[in-house]
T-cell receptor
C-alpha cells in the first residue's frame, strides 16, 4: 500500500551541482505534480503532468526540468542547484477528471543547497 | 491570479477547546476546495467541498463552503494533542488539469 513514493528523503548539495528527485505512484493515476514548500509560502506548484507524455509549467518552474517517464514515474531535475532552491519538495498524483478525487502526496524530499 | 488566504496563521489552544480555521479564495473557474492536514510529512486529505452550504463531517472535524462569499471554515471540536498540525486549504480550478492553489496554512498547536 505504498501510494506515492519519493526518493531520496534528504539531500545536501553544493551550489552548481545537479540532482534528480524521483517520484513513483502505484495508484494508476493519470496526473502527477511537483510542489515546493517553503516557510510562510505554502505549497507552490513547480510542474505538473496531466497525463503520460505531457508536462506543463506551474507557478515556479524556473531552474527545474521534469520528465514523465511513464504513467507511474515523474522526476524533477535541478540542473544547477542554487541556495534559493533549498526547500521541501512534494510529489503528488491524482485521477484526472474524476470528481471528488483529491491529490495524494508523498512524504517529501528535504533538499538543502549550500 | 488565483489566491487563497488562510487565517489565523497560527493558533494555540488547550485540549478540549473548539477551533475554527478560515480560508478565503479568489479563483477563476472554481471547481472545488480541499482541506489537508500536515503533520511531519505528507499532507493528508481531509475534505473536498464543491457545493455551498453542505457540511462535510468526519468525527470531530467538519467543514462548510460558502461559494457566494468565497470562503470555507474548518471546525475541530473537543481538540486533542493529535490535532496539532498545519492545516492547508487549497482550491482547484480549471477543470481538466486539476491544478491546486494552496494557502500558507494555519499552524494549530494543542496544549495538554
Amino acid at each position: 500500500n505504498a501510494g506515492v513514493t519519493q526518493t531520496p528523503k534528504f539531500q545536501v548539495l553544493k551550489t552548481g551541482q545537479s540532482m534528480t528527485l524521483q517520484c513513483a505512484q502505484d495508484m494508476n493515476h493519470n496526473s502527477m505534480y511537483w510542489y515546493r514548500q517553503d516557510p510562510g509560502m505554502g505549497l507552490r506548484l513547480i510542474y505538473y503532468s496531466a497525463s503520460e507524455g505531457t508536462t506543463d509549467k506551474g507557478e515556479v518552474p524556473n531552474g527545474y526540468n521534469v520528465s514523465r517517464l511513464n504513467k507511474r514515474e515523474f522526476s524533477l531535475r535541478l540542473e544547477s542547484a542554487a541556495p534559493s532552491q533549498t526547500s521541501v519538495y512534494f510529489c503528488a498524483s491524482s485521477v484526472l477528471g474524476a470528481v471528488g478525487q483529491p491529490q495524494h502526496f508523498g512524504d517529501g524530499t528535504r533538499l538543502s543547497i549550500l | 491570479e488565483d489566491k487563497v488566504v488562510q487565517s489565523p496563521l497560527s493558533l494555540v489552544v488547550h485540549e478540549g477547546d473548539t477551533v475554527t480555521l478560515n480560508c478565503s479564495y479568489e479563483v477563476t473557474n472554481f471547481r472545488s476546495l480541499l482541506w489537508y492536514k500536515q503533520e511531519k510529512k505528507a499532507p493528508t486529505f481531509l475534505f473536498m467541498l464543491t457545493s455551498s452550504g453542505i457540511e462535510k463531517k468526519s468525527g470531530r472535524l467538519s467543514s462548510i463552503l460558502d461559494k457566494k462569499e468565497l470562503f470555507s471554515i474548518l471546525n475541530i471540536t473537543a481538540t486533542q494533542t493529535g490535532d496539532s498540525a498545519i492545516y492547508l486549504c487549497a482550491v482547484e480550478a480549471n477543470f481538466g488539469n486539476e491544478k491546486l492553489t494552496f494557502g500558507t496554512g494555519t499552524r494549530l498547536t494543542i496544549i495538554p
